[in-house]
């Protein structure tokens, strides 16, 4: 029955995915809004990107405790992390970037989860059991990560990024898809 497990990562990402490019197809923005922006820009759009997060979520965070952990014998704190990037999921999931309390409890939490799938990838790249090829392109997905989480970061604060910002779909994406490519080559390489 463990084996079952192995499988939910490919549909959990295929559902969220999914449901993200109708979302971009039907309801776009344009390419400086986040993924969350877009989802916001119609009750529909909020609707269907929160019920695939939440099930994709759930369904990957099923994967991460039922095969993940025990195939490569992570530590508790990945646990304590993948839980609590679950949660945070959920509620910039259920919460939508709109002005006002809910883009104040929104933005963090969706901040604070992208930076524990950056944890979590470093919980995996140290694991003794994961190939040599999951090692290279699990450091690759970090350095991307990091340098997509700096700009934003740094650009925030400084200003130096602001072009970076009319672009901060692209760069949301690739560091989305970067963490996902990292997480499939350690499970199946």
């Known amino acids: 029955m463990n084996e079952f497990y192995k499988f939910l990562a490919p549909v959990s990402i295929l559902i969220v995915v999914l449901a993200t490019a109708v979302m971009l197809i039907r309801w776009r923005g344009d390419n400086s809004m986040s993924m969350s922006m877009h989802a916001a820009l119609d009750r529909r759009a909020y609707l269907m990107f929160a019920v695939a997060l939440s099930l994709g979520g759930l369904l990957f965070y099923i994967f991460e405790i039922k095969w993940l952990v025990s195939h490569l014998n992570l530590s508790a704190a990945f646990v304590t992390f993948a839980s609590l990037g679950l949660v945070l999921q959920l509620i910039a999931a259920w919460v939508p970037d709109v002005p006002g309390l809910k883009r104040r409890i929104h933005r963090p939490s969706a901040y604070t989860m992208a930076a524990i799938m950056g944890i979590l990838l470093v919980f995996l790249a140290v694991a003794p059991a994961i190939s040599t090829m999951a090692l290279m392109v699990s450091m690759i997905a970090l350095a991307i990560m990091a340098m997509v989480f700096g700009i934003f ?32 080559t350690v499970a199946y390489f």
Do not use: D, E, R
């Open 153 to 184: 970061m740094i650009g925030s604060v400084s200003q130096l990024f602001s072009s970076a910002k009319s672009n901060y779909l692209i760069f949301q994406g690739s560091y989305v898809a970067v963490f996902f490519v990292a997480v499939l």
